[in-house]
């Protein structure tokens, strides 16, 4: 059996409020659950923050025992400190228009 640790989605709808749950991999997403380990709010509140809570000793317990996080949860825990930070998949020309790129093509030749 392999555990998750993955978001299962709350809330409403255009209001999702997410849930950090210890999971076998075989569950669906808001089915059974094995432990409750924090919580996620996506949208802003008024101060402008997205706000996290997290039982920190359960999940670093849950990865010490081979846990594996899904990618979403992995970022947040990677902003909390818990894990290290993911490699970024920034592009060379990510921001840039077509008509950007191709002037720099023309331009090299």
Excluded: C
Excluded at 23 to 32: C, E, I, M, Y
Excluded at 35 to 40: A, K, P, R, S, V
Aim: glycine share 6%; aromatic share 8%.
């Amino acid at each position: 059996m392999v555990v998750r640790l993955r978001l299962a989605r709350f809330g409403r709808y255009k209001f999702p409020f997410y849930r950090i749950f210890a999971a076998d991999s075989r569950a669906p997403r808001d089915g059974k659950h094995l432990e409750i380990l924090g919580h996620y709010d996506p949208i802003p509140q008024k101060d402008g923050n997205k706000h996290v809570a997290l039982h920190v000793e359960r999940v670093k317990y849950w990865l010490s025992v081979g846990a594996q996080p899904s990618k979403p949860v992995a970022r947040i825990l990677s902003r909390a400190g818990i894990l290290p930070s993911l490699p970024s998949k920034k592009h060379a020309n990510q921001g840039m228009s077509k008509k950007t790129i191709k002037e720099l093509e023309t331009s090299e030749d």
